[in-house]
């Protein structure tokens, strides 16, 4: 499992067409940002994975299901395969010199373009080779994170919280950060305990971005 024959189709996409997937808003005039592939890419990434889960797991119900989609899918993940790939090195150097350009170095360090540019390129790969090759190497792209996903507590808040009552302590979760249309807003959320911060996470709902930041809270207090 790995990301070769997802950079391979990115490889080769028709240069337009990759050059729209990694140009930020802020660097074009009208509706030739990387947003709409975003979108695009969005669907595709969640249909394959989807696909993927119902025909290995059978015996799992759906909201089972839903729950290791979230983990496999998340902004975190898209973000891991965005940095195998390759996508801030493609992103500085599809950066424009305009001056009312914001810098790819400012954009990397936010929680939400690496990830959507991620989906970009996957929806520009969708447009110019089709579902059907595009979804096998999505699916072998996102294989770790899928593994990762059907092994780590399905429903990491609950460890979590179970963990601190151990402790004699208790996690809350607050939003920091919105971003996205409203058709497909993306939620950051923090988890802390006490006055620290043990987690962020970011989902397409509040709920699947508070089990990230609780799976990232887990593992930084060795639960």
């Keep these: 499992m790995s990301v070769e024959g997802l950079a391979a189709l990115v490889g080769e996409l028709p240069d337009d067409l990759r050059r729209r997937a990694l140009t930020h808003s802020s660097w074009t005039e009208g509706p030739e940002s990387y947003e709409r592939l975003a979108y695009l890419g969005d669907s595709v990434l969640a249909l394959a994975v989807a696909a993927n889960l119902y025909e290995r797991f059978p015996e799992v119900d759906s909201g089972g299901l839903t729950k290791i989609h979230n983990h496999a899918v998340s902004g975190v993940s898209c973000a891991e395969i965005g940095r195998e790939l390759g996508v801030p090195a493609m992103l500085e150097a599809a950066e424009p ?16 373009p690496l990830p959507e540019v991620t989906e970009a390129l996957i929806g520009a790969c969708f447009l110019t ?15 770790a994170q899928i593994e990762y996903a059907t092994e780590a507590p399905v429903d990491a808040k609950s460890a979590l919280q179970e963990l601190l009552a151990r402790r004699r302590a208790r996690v809350s979760y607050a939003v920091i950060a919105e971003s996205g249309p409203a058709h497909r807003r993306t939620f950051e959320v923090e988890a802390t305990v006490g006055e ?5 996470g970011t989902g397409r709902s509040k709920k699947a971005a508070e089990q990230v930041a609780a799976e990232q809270a887990l593992k930084r207090l060795g639960g």
Aim: glycine share 12%; hydrophobic share 55%.
């Design 129 to 143: 080779f089709g579902f059907e090759r595009v979804a096998a190497a999505v699916v072998a792209a996102f294989g």
């Design 97 to 112: 010199e305009a001056e009312e350009a914001i810098p790819a170095e400012i954009l990397l360090a936010g929680s939400r």
């Design 196 to 200: 620290e911060r043990v987690g962020t």
